[in-house]
């Protein structure tokens, strides 16, 4: 494939999609690699592209919450309520699958994920399509996902037709998953809307670690199956940055830092490493997460040491993150 076009054009890349092609484009959550979701041949490349594993399922976006009889058989009230809420916006509801949408797509499930997301040019784009588009994380899989235009070319260029030049995610971690197929709703993949949000609206609502072992849904999620969101470097994950007090000079000068709320005094205690962020806030660790992966990578470093966050509001899916990046899952924390 000869090099991918970067573009601000959005009626041309609809066109391209329309045509089966595969195109990436900026969401307030990552970058996601778009294609047709009724177009199997083009599916297919996709999952070629991305090195993606053929049983997990991709998410369907469209335009607006109208539009989901292009990709689904019904919505049950708990789907209506929680898009009425959180949609347009980081959240993914599984529903039954209609059938024009590829069983590559769904991985051969009967259920489909929607998602409307709120980033005014990837609706846009949905808009003038005109068709449900699936679109995955637009990384290479197994790889962080992508927050910038630059980091999917990095991944993908060759690999794919074209990408939609945006601006950083606002966001900067995945959308909610949420299995809404019986009137108690389970989150399977913590995101963007906090389990917090979600109980709101649904307050039986529990997230897939709650579920006893047998539950059959405890598998409904494959993608949480395979390694995810790792860098080369070798991830190490500390709760305090104390414990990194004894590390010698030649390790620190090898090494990358991320920490929350941290003092000066604090850091000057355990001294240089090669690159260093401070995050303030929640929000702007998790914004700033996969790029921070990725720059660890450029410059080659060896290691990422991550301040763990806390296992509430959006620290669920930045701690999920975390773990995953290490290589633990959710399970094994
Ligand atoms: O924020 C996001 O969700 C981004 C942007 C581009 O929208 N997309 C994204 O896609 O993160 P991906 O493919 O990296 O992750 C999709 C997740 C996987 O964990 C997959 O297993 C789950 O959604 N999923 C998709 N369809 C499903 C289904 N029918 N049943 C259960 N899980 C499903
Ligand atoms: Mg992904």
């Known amino acids: 494939m000869p090099a991918t076009q970067v573009t601000d054009d959005l009626s041309l890349a609809s066109g391209w999609l329309r045509a089966g092609r595969l195109v990436a484009f900026p969401t307030e959550t990552v970058y996601g690699l778009g294609v047709d979701a009724t177009n199997s041949l083009a599916v297919e490349q996709l999952f070629i592209a991305k090195g993606r594993p053929a049983d997990n399922p991709l998410i369907v976006h469209l335009a607006d919450l109208e539009s989901w009889p292009m990709a689904a058989r019904s919505l049950s009230p708990v789907a209506r309520s929680l898009l009425d809420a959180f949609s347009p916006g980081p ?6 699958k209609l059938d024009s949408i590829s069983s590559l797509v769904t991985a051969g499930l009967d259920s489909v994920g929607l998602r409307i997301p709120a980033h005014q040019q990837a609706r846009e784009l949905l808009r003038r399509c005109g068709k449900p588009i699936a679109a995955p994380s637009a990384n290479r899989s197994g790889r962080p996902s992508c927050t910038t235009w630059q980091a999917v070319l990095e991944d993908m260029d060759g690999r794919i037709d074209g ?12 959308s909610t998953v949420v299995e809404c197929l019986t009137d108690r709703p389970v989150v399977l993949r913590a995101g963007g809307v906090t389990l917090e949000q979600i109980q709101q609206i649904i307050p039986s609502a529990i997230s897939v670690d709650q579920l006893r072992d047998g539950d059959s ?7 949480t199956r395979h390694a995810h969101y790792q860098p080369n470097a070798n991830v190490a994950l500390i709760e305090d940055i104390r414990e990194l007090e004894n590390l010698n000079h ?3 000068s090898q090494s990358a830092l991320a920490v929350l709320h941290t003092s000066p005094q604090q850091l000057a205690l355990v001294g240089d490493f090669a690159m260093l962020a401070v995050f303030d ?5 998790a914004q700033g997460f996969y790029e921070l992966l990725r720059e660890v990578d450029r410059r080659k470093l060896q290691r ?4 763990l966050v806390q ?4 620290g669920t899916a930045l701690r999920d993150r ?3 990046a290490a290589g633990l899952s959710r399970a094994a924390k």
């Open 311 to 314: 296992d509430s509001l959006l």
């Open 91 to 96: 959240l993914t509801v599984v529903v039954p």
């Open 281 to 285: 806030t929640l929000e702007s660790y």
């Open 304 to 307: 990422v040491y991550l301040q």
């Open 163 to 174: 990408i939609v030049r945006g601006g950083t995610c606002s966001v900067g971690l995945e």
């Open 322 to 324: 975390q773990l995953r």
């Open 250 to 252: 030649f390790e620190k």
């Open 217 to 223: 849904r405890t598998k409904a999620s494959p993608g």
